[in-house]
């Protein structure tokens, strides 16, 4: 398994922007899947995004257009911009990836949109 560490929540005013990063405990070219989700107070866990290493991107459609995941190769770390917050993307943000068929996720990183 690899370990996760996400970084970069806070509270954020309605139309503000968000990086969250997470950092792996291997080399981030070595895990074929990764992705983001997030869950809501009440709610079950989504995904929001993911990327794997053929270079296939995935957006929920509540996010499209909004967030953009990337990976860091340098620093064996993924991203999450997150542009155009609304109060709906208030949720713990999760790190998830997949390594040889073991899944691995981070503690969480919460994200709060004011209004």
């Known amino acids: 398994q690899v370990q996760l560490v996400e970084s970069g929540g806070g509270l954020v005013q309605v139309g503000g922007s968000l990086r969250l990063s997470c950092a792996t405990s291997?080399?981030?070219?070595?895990?074929?899947?990764m992705a983001w989700h997030r869950q809501a107070p009440g709610k079950q866990r989504e995904l929001v995004a993911s990327?794997?290493?053929?270079?296939?991107?995935y957006y929920a459609d509540a996010v499209k257009g909004r967030f953009t995941i990337s990976r860091d190769s340098a620093k064996d770390t993924l991203y999450l911009e997150m542009n155009n917050l609304k109060p709906d993307d208030t949720a713990v943000y999760y790190c998830?990836?997949?390594?040889?068929?073991?899944?691995?996720w981070g503690q969480g990183t919460q994200v709060t949109v004011s209004s």
């Open positions: 998830y990836a997949n390594l040889r068929g073991f899944n691995s």
């Open positions: 291997t080399s981030i070219f070595s895990i074929n899947f």
């Open positions: 990327t794997s290493n053929d270079g296939n991107t």
